[in-house]
């Protein structure tokens, strides 16, 4: 008891915080990755290309970088569904070297027959070829009983931890939970996150640089009971409990409003994403609405805690008006973040990326 107590007490201690003063984003690094392609996000692969997966047609994809995100090619289609669409992909490279790729499994029938999952499939050869398609969770198989947007975390022992929005056993209340399988226990279905009444949704891991805290964005409805006016809030587990404290309520000190300064209510900033730069300070993205329902990307910088998220950036502003969908960020240096985003610039819609340097 007296190492969690400890554990904890370190977790929310803000001496020497480390911030950074804001993002100043490079025009001349943006690039098309993927002409038509939605819900893009990228790794560095440990042959040092980059992969960056998406959906588009009903199927999930990925296509590579040998040039650090210069010129994209080799586009491989992992899968498709036959009973709808496969969506939502997620990578991750395990320690070993195996890629792993977490998709949704939508049905297009949503009465009978199949069922929403979260399915999951292997490259041993760097994202060339894949192995079959494996079923990590099923939900329902009704829009209100679904399962959406999984993502991976592989801790250092070598545990992998699959996280996934979950309504499956909120029919009728309309509420949402984060849930986690994990390969430790892979028949048990844990309840990450759960605020009664609201919808937790959309959740990002990050192993932060202390190797003792794990932070985790989501999108919380709780800040207006008005549907799609979600706010991000950051929820801390640590290395060691690795989610298994209990389920995180919505009056929980470890589910932290991720902004130094709150938005109004009526302010929609969803769709969130969370990384650490390897020089200490957290970076935020979300979808900000203005009201017309053209979400644009915009980009806070936080503490090495992920904490007290400023400075916000539009790093696609020179997109005017159009809108910018299920976005992403990627870690490719030291001090240069990558944002990823599905939006239209000079005619062309599909995933497009931007460097930004931490000031």
């Not at 999930?60 to 040039?67: A, E, M």
């Not at 499939?121 to 494996?134: F, P, Y």
């Not at 919380?220 to 929820?235: A, E, R």
Request: glycine share 10%; proline share 6%; aromatic share 10%.
């Amino acid at each position: 008891m007296g190492m969690i107590k400890s554990s904890m007490v370190a977790l929310f201690c803000m001496a020497g915080s480390v911030f950074a003063a804001g993002i100043e984003w490079d025009a001349s690094t943006l690039r098309l990755v993927a002409a038509g392609g939605n819900y893009a996000r990228i790794i560095r692969l440990h042959s040092g290309e980059l992969l960056c997966c998406y959906e588009r047609g009903g199927a999930c994809r990925v296509i590579r970088s040998r040039d650090n995100g210069n010129s994209w090619a080799d586009e491989v289609m992992v899968t498709d569904y036959a009973y709808g669409g496969a969506a939502n992909p997620e990578l991750c490279q395990l320690n070993d070297g195996r890629v792993l790729l977490c998709y949704n499994e939508r049905p297009s029938k949503t009465k009978k027959g199949p069922r929403y999952s979260i399915m999951m499939k292997v490259s041993s050869d760097q994202g060339k070829t894949w192995g079959k398609a494996n079923r990590i969770f099923e939900a329902g198989n009704t829009f209100q009983t679904g399962c959406w947007e999984p993502v991976v975390l592989q801790y250092p022992d070598g545990e992998v931890q699959i996280f996934f929005a979950n309504e499956k056993s909120y029919k009728e209340s309309g509420e949402q939970e984060i849930s986690m399988v994990s390969t430790r226990k892979p028949s048990k279905v844990w309840t990450v996150s759960f605020r009664e009444n609201a919808r937790d949704g959309m959740p990002v891991p990050c192993l932060l640089n202390d190797g003792e805290t794990v932070a985790m964005v989501i999108e919380d409805s709780k800040w207006n009971d008005q549907p799609g006016k979600m706010k991000p809030v950051i929820l801390f587990s640590t290395v060691e409990q690795r989610w298994k404290e209990g389920a995180v309520p919505g009056s929980s000190p470890r589910r932290q409003y991720a902004l130094k300064e709150p938005l109004p209510e009526q302010t929609y900033l969803g769709a969130p994403y969370l990384v650490q730069m390897p020089s200490g300070p957290t970076v935020l993205s979300a979808a900000l609405g203005n009201g017309d329902k053209r979400p644009q990307m915009a980009v806070f910088t936080g503490n090495e805690r992920a904490r007290d998220f400023e400075n916000r950036s539009k790093p696609f502003a020179m997109n005017g008006t159009e809108p910018n969908w299920w976005n992403s960020l990627f870690v490719k240096d030291e001090n240069t973040v990558t944002a990823v985003s599905n939006t239209m610039i000079n005619g062309q819609r599909g995933i497009w990326i931007i460097d930004g340097k931490i000031k």
